[in-house]
């Protein structure tokens, strides 16, 4: 109704996702502390 | 309180689900809905992810009781993610079942924001970072132009639903309250509109849910008292609970309804943060597995540190956990009222008016170059392509260091 709401996402393409935006998290820790 | 839901659930082998319904632990709900926020990136498909997890993979519920839930958390104020991993524990274990699932779900996305918000407060005003995140603001048009264009796209159907989006557009364009707007809208939609298409719910009604009325009291007392309590230890603290509370009582239609009403209340009205600084959150927001409203925390940090972090994370999700709750029992008499449908579809077009308002402003903040213009541009254009939200803001990232420099 609102936001459009897929039925289902591939299992693939959300294990990427998953990984992807974990590894991009923990790499944008490190960088802060990096320049901190 | 004490109610065992899972005995009693008649219409459980309905639909495609699998025909047993597997026993659950309030635990275990709360362990699967905490891994399930640590790696949901993906905006509404969060939604797709919970509906595999409890309706595919571990059977807890049919698919007809799962899109019932859907079709309330979508028409009701706030996170539609975050309230349907409540439904589902509600569903299954009361009260109890919602608290653990929701707050499981939740919780890695605030450790995670309020990490990134102590780490902001400390290197944001460093060049390297402000660089990136310049690129970054131009990225976050693109992706709240995004957003309003998919939420008018599933929202307005015909002339009349435009001319409220548009009237709500141009009213918060002029610094009219969001408020007001809304009530406007509501209004307009039942003089106006017809109701029709405006709830996705099966002709048999939601799963039946008992009125939990003790809990509901209990929370309502415990948060009254700890809001009075808060006006008298820190008034600024208390503030902020109010403006998230107002946030999250009237964000109609999921997490980025929440957007132009945060910036109204937090840039326009307080001044507490400055434009810039708040898309900045809104990036963060992205890149936090989780719902989008979690810029609220980032905000509360910035102002208050921990537990201003607290405060606001509590006040903006608060509301809505109520709302589930409190609303699931009435849902299908709710939903075949056409008074109501047509208040909510009034709603529905304002919030389209007020994200296309909210990103023209976004854009005026911006010192336009061609790079910031490609980053937008491409944004917008990637996500319309249905590319996922953190490949974009990743991407956002790399040319901004690229790019930029």
Not at chain 2, 240 to 249: E, N, S, T
Not at chain 2, 253 to 280: D, I
Not at chain 2, 369 to 378: I, K, R, S, T
Request: charged share 10%.
């Amino acid at each position: 109704m609102s936001e459009t709401i897929p039925e289902a996402v591939p299992a693939t393409r959300r294990r990427v996702l998953a990984v992807a935006g974990l590894l991009f998290n923990v790499g944008a820790v490190s960088f802060f502390f990096r320049i901190r | 309180m004490s109610i065992d839901s899972t005995a009693t659930r008649p219409d459980v082998t309905e639909g495609a689900s699998p025909p047993t319904l597997r026993c659950v632990s309030v635990q275990e709900l709360f362990l699967a809905f905490l891994r399930l926020g640590l790696t949901a990136f993906g905006g509404p498909s969060m939604v797709a992810y919970i509906r595999k997890l409890a309706v595919e993979r571990r059977a807890w519920l049919s698919a007809k009781d799962f899109s019932d839930g859907v079709a309330l958390c979508q028409m009701i104020p706030g996170a539609t993610a975050m309230q349907s991993a409540a439904y589902v524990g509600l569903y299954l274990k009361g009260v109890p079942g919602a608290a653990a699932t929701y707050i499981g779900f939740g919780l890695p996305a605030f450790l995670l924001m309020t990490f990134f918000a102590i780490l902001y407060g400390r290197t944001g005003s460093l060049p390297q970072v402000a660089a990136i995140f310049a690129g970054l603001q131009a990225v976050v048009v693109g992706i709240v132009a995004n957003a309003a264009f998919s939420f008018g796209k599933t929202t307005l159907k015909n002339w009349k639903q435009y001319l409220i989006a548009a009237a709500a557009a141009a009213l918060f364009w002029f610094n009219i309250s969001p408020l007001v707007v809304i009530l406007l809208a509501a209004a307009a939609g039942w003089l106006f509109l017809s109701g029709q298409g405006a709830s996705t719910l099966h002709s048999s009604g939601p799963a039946r849910i008992p009125l939990y009325r003790k809990p509901i009291a209990g929370i309502l007392v415990v948060a009254g008292l700890t809001l009075t309590v808060l006006d008298l230890l820190d008034p600024d603290l208390f503030r902020l609970a109010l403006l998230m509370l107002k946030v999250d009582i009237t964000a109609f239609g999921g997490g980025f309804a929440s957007v132009p009403l945060m910036y109204h209340e937090v840039v326009e009205v307080n001044r507490w943060l400055g434009a810039r600084t708040f898309m900045n959150g809104i990036v963060l927001g992205q890149v936090t597995p989780g719902p989008i409203v979690i810029t609220a925390t980032f905000i509360g940090y910035l102002l208050a540190g921990i537990p201003g972090a607290l405060v606001a994370t509590a006040s903006i999700f608060s509301p809505s956990f109520l709302m589930v709750i409190g609303i699931a029992p009435f849902f299908d008499r709710l939903s075949a009222s056409p008074a109501f449908r047509k208040i909510i579809q009034g709603v529905l077009c304002s919030f389209v008016g007020l994200l296309v308002s909210v990103t023209l402003r976004f854009a005026f903040q911006i010192q336009w170059n061609p790079v910031y213009a490609v980053l937008a541009v491409g944004a917008l254009a990637a996500l319309l392509k249905k590319i996922d939200i953190l490949w974009v803001v990743m991407g956002g990232v790399v040319l901004s260091i690229l790019l930029i420099r």
